[in-house]
């Protein structure tokens, strides 16, 4: 079956950096688009980034570009997010996601925290 694992997220200060991965198994991982996601408490689940199979394009929210990075190693069945100049407002657990066909995917998330 298709597991996402995320990791790397903590507790960061304001202007600070983190890098995410999410570890995919039981999926061709270099066929498919990635993305990640993000929720904040009490609101709703928030497109952030995605990459396509090859990592030839990707596409970034309004909200983190300039400082957010989405990158894939597809021969570590691996997908990154790079952030940087991190702020209180990117407090969130992210998810990665993935679909096939109309089911979709995602991990069990891990939680980032920017103090201000």
């Known amino acids: 079956q298709v597991q996402l694992v995320e990791s790397g997220g903590g507790l960061v200060q304001a202007g600070g950096s983190l890098r995410l991965s999410c570890v995919a198994s039981?999926?061709?991982?270099?066929?498919?688009?990635m993305r990640w996601f993000r929720q904040a408490p009490g609101k709703e689940r928030e497109f952030v980034a995605d990459i396509n199979w090859n990592g030839g394009s990707a596409a970034l929210a309004d909200s983190v570009k300039g400082r957010f990075t989405i990158s894939r190693d597809n021969a570590k069945n691996t997908l990154y997010l790079q952030m940087n100049n991190l702020k209180p407002e990117d407090t969130a657990v992210y998810y990665c996601?993935?679909?096939?066909?109309?089911?979709?995917?995602w991990g069990q998330g891990t939680q980032v925290t920017v103090s201000s």
């Open positions: 039981g999926l061709s991982f270099s066929m498919y688009t």
């Open positions: 996601n993935t679909n096939q066909g109309i089911t979709g995917y």
